[in-house]
């Protein structure tokens, strides 16, 4: 290319540029800045609309009585002022209506996330009074450039007391109110003028996300770590002193209570407007007149809600349980029915808009079906025998204490009751504690958190922390995820994750969003219908709910599993047919014990209720039979045969290769002493001292068979399947 070339060719760039910058600078010059009187008008009219799963009941409408106050800038705290300058703009005062860098990062950012309109970061005060009084929500380049050249604009007309006083008078605090003046009001009842640099902190952490901050939500304390933040930036910049800071930061604030609204299952409605502020933003939600039908059924929700209410207003009485929740979900697709988060939602008393569901809490027992799934995934069978006797655990001690003192593990029984061999099946079904831990050992620990996880439970950290605590509820998990991997269980080991949303329309009728089945398989088919044989195996149960229990419905194929944590703080049940999951928890907000009672007595009741009511409005169909295909090369102790590890002729002569036989020559051991935990179908161990657990299971189960008579002589017994010798009618822990 010459030189010339060149030359022309860049002057020709060089006019191109200048022709589209000129016309950007025209478009841009001959923009008018809207007027910010339809801003009220525009919000209550576009406000989003949440309805039933008919489409015709109305949740909330997200703008009904909108509350706003305006006050002149003077009539502002400085606190406020300077908290929310800190929070959301510290160079407000320095820039001139944009920040070129921030808006750089920003596109640097969203180009890299492959969404250039996402919005993600780059506003100032001063964009964001443009873009939520001024303009609509659209997501455009057009309508991005629109707010810089505006805020540019607005910044020329209007000075920063003034820009600042726009956006204090119309952020949103959360629900229905909007302004610094009525927040004040609401929260401290006390003009915008009279708060204090606390509570000018807690306001100024509201905006960016005022229904997921909300001091009447869930999430109080990352509304108090955001309150923390604002304080530390406004120490930064330099509005208040390390002394400031520490006193407010330790200043109890009382915010008023939660004023009377029109709105129906509450905590569902909440957790569909954070769902939706997060994934379309908070201005979206307010004015893109969004019709959410939502898949709650309405008649299902308004059931529980009274059941939980009357049953955790008598759980108070009699066990000191004054709070209670629940959820009902459909397995087949993972749609939320139901979700009752407190017995009240407007109860100050109980922190009633807390919602249970999704509070992180410990499931007691209801956590042993992902551990006996993922043992019946290495080759163990509902008929494994273990032995419940007294067993130490920790390696640290000696194998005849049987205490739980220091390092010491040997836990028991809810009603302190050894049980001595059992099926893996009467364990599970029975809630028996110690050969639940064992199966945890068997299993792995980090294969069964593997298992939780795929089944939907998000919330278990890493194996290090729990140890075989684990199996007993030592994790901690929302009831939410819980009945969804129940769902999991009840859809023969295929995944739905949960929603709430059916369909999202927007006002001018166009589908943003709609509900599709998104199933993926976590787990063998039959391992997940062995785990429904059990639970809904009232003859295996029996022996500790009693024949006719809360968790059996006449007719009714319905496995469920309580669980209550050693410190009787938390009470649940979890409980499914083949199309409908509802699970229950009941407690204390505050995590104060309750009597010492187990969750058949406090929670099962109002669950089976709830159930009851579910049952009525969906197929009546049972869970398809597991197999069972024990053949020849089958071990002993996976067939449900303790007395011995050897099958024999009559005569007491081993059979060839020890496949099969009628007869076993007794010889009484754990299950260490015939299988390697990892291939539990393998060769008998030939040294299984090197197990770290098998001394101390063998001394616990050698004790107990020299107490019972059992020698190991090698008398020849015939194979019989073990039967459940439990005739206990105590419910379980």
């Not at 070339?5 to 002057?11: E, G, H, I, Q």
């Not at 920040?99 to 996330?113: E, F, Q, Y």
Request: charge should be negative; hydrophobic fraction near 35%; include cysteine.
């Amino acid at each position: 290319m010459t030189k010339h070339t060149r030359n022309t060719l860049l002057l020709l760039a060089g006019s191109l540029i200048a022709l589209v910058a000129g016309g950007v600078f025209l478009w841009a010059a001959s923009l008018r800045l809207p007027e910010f009187s339809v801003i009220n008008d525009r919000k209550i009219e576009q406000s989003t609309k949440i309805y039933d799963r008919t489409g015709k009941i109305l949740l909330n409408d997200v703008h009904q009585d909108i509350r706003r106050t305006v006050v002149p800038f003077d009539q502002m705290s400085r606190n406020i002022k300077n908290a929310t300058v800190a929070i959301e703009d510290a160079e407000f005062y320095e820039h001139a209506g944009i920040k070129p860098t921030a808006i750089i990062r920003a596109v640097l950012t969203n180009l890299i996330s492959g969404d250039l309109l996402s919005g993600q970061g780059g506003s100032t005060i001063t964009q964001q009074v443009v873009k939520n009084a001024l303009l609509t929500t659209e997501k455009s380049i057009t309508r991005k450039l629109k707010e810089w050249v505006i805020a540019i604009k607005l910044e020329r007309i209007m000075t920063k007391e003034e820009i600042l006083a726009l956006y204090l008078n119309e952020a949103p605090y959360g629900g229905n109110i909007y302004g610094v003046q009525e927040a004040s009001r609401q929260f401290f009842n006390k003009s915008a003028s009279d708060v204090t640099l606390a509570e000018a902190a807690y306001l100024a952490a509201l905006p960016q996300a005022p229904t997921y901050y909300s001091p009447y939500g869930g999430n109080l304390a990352d509304l108090d770590k955001r309150k923390s933040l604002v304080l530390e930036r406004m120490e930064e910049i330099g509005f208040i002193t390390e002394d400031e800071r520490t006193a407010a930061d330790m200043e109890i604030v009382a915010f008023n209570p939660r004023p009377d609204q029109s709105v129906q299952a509450p905590h569902f409605v909440f957790y569909v407007r954070d769902y939706l502020e997060k994934k379309y933003g908070q201005a979206a939600v307010e004015e893109r007149g969004f019709k959410v039908t939502t898949t709650l059924d309405f008649e299902l929700q308004k059931s529980a809600e009274d059941i939980i209410l009357k049953g955790a207003m008598e759980n108070e009485k009699n066990f000191n349980a004054s709070n209670a929740g629940a959820i009902a979900l459909d397995p087949n697709t993972g749609q939320i029915l139901a979700m009752v988060g407190s017995r009240d939602y407007f109860d100050e008393n109980i922190d009633g808009a807390v919602n249970v569901t999704l509070a992180k809490r410990q499931p007691g027992s209801s956590f042993k079906p992902f551990v006996y799934a993922t043992a019946f995934k290495k080759g163990y069978t509902p008929d494994t025998i273990l032995f419940d006797v007294p067993m130490q655990f920790s390696t640290a001690c000696s194998v005849s204490n049987m205490t739980s003192e220091g390092e010491c593990y040997s836990p028991k029984n809810y009603d302190n009751i050894f049980r001595g061999p059992m099926t893996v099946r009467d364990a599970l079904a029975q809630s028996i504690n110690v050969p639940a831990i064992q199966s945890l050992y068997l299993a792995g620990i980090n294969e069964s958190l593997k298992t939780a996880r795929d089944l939907g439970i998000s919330t278990l950290a890493d194996a290090a922390r729990y140890g075989l605590t684990l199996v007993l509820g030592g994790g901690e998990v929302t009831l939410l995820e819980m009945a969804g991997a129940y769902g999991t269980f009840a859809n023969e080991g295929t995944r739905n994750p949960t929603t709430a949303i059916l369909r999202i329309e927007d006002s001018e009728g166009n589908m943003l969003e709609e509900f599709s089945e998104k199933p993926y398989r976590v787990l063998d088919r039959n391992i997940a219908l062995q785990i429904s044989d059990i639970l809904s195996d009232n003859t295996a149960r029996t022996p500790s709910y009693g024949e006719r229990s809360s968790l059996y419905f006449p007719g009714y194929d319905v496995a469920a599993k309580t669980g209550t944590t050693n410190d009787y703080r938390d009470a649940w049940i979890l409980g499914y047919s083949p199309n409908v999951v509802v699970g229950a928890w009941a407690g204390n907000n505050d995590n104060t014990p309750m009597e010492k009672k187990v969750a058949g007595l406090i929670i099962a009741p109002l669950w089976h209720q709830i159930m009851d009511v579910a049952l009525q409005n969906v197929d009546n169909d049972n869970f398809p039979s597991p197999e069972y295909n024990y053949d020849e090369d089958t071990k002993p102790v996976l067939r449900g045969i303790w007395q011995g590890g050897e099958y024999t002729d009559k005569r007491g002569k081993v059979v060839p290769d020890g496949k099969g036989g009628d007869y076993v020559r007794q010889d009484v051991h754990s299950i260490l002493y015939w299988v390697d935990k990892d291939t539990p179908t393998g060769p008998i161990p030939s040294n299984p001292q090197k197990d770290p657990q098998f001394k101390y299971w063998e001394y616990g189960v050698l004790n107990w068979a020299a107490r019972n008579g059992y020698n190991q002589s090698g008398v020849v017994v015939p194979v019989t399947k073990i039967q459940s010798n439990n005739d206990s009618d105590e419910d379980e822990n």
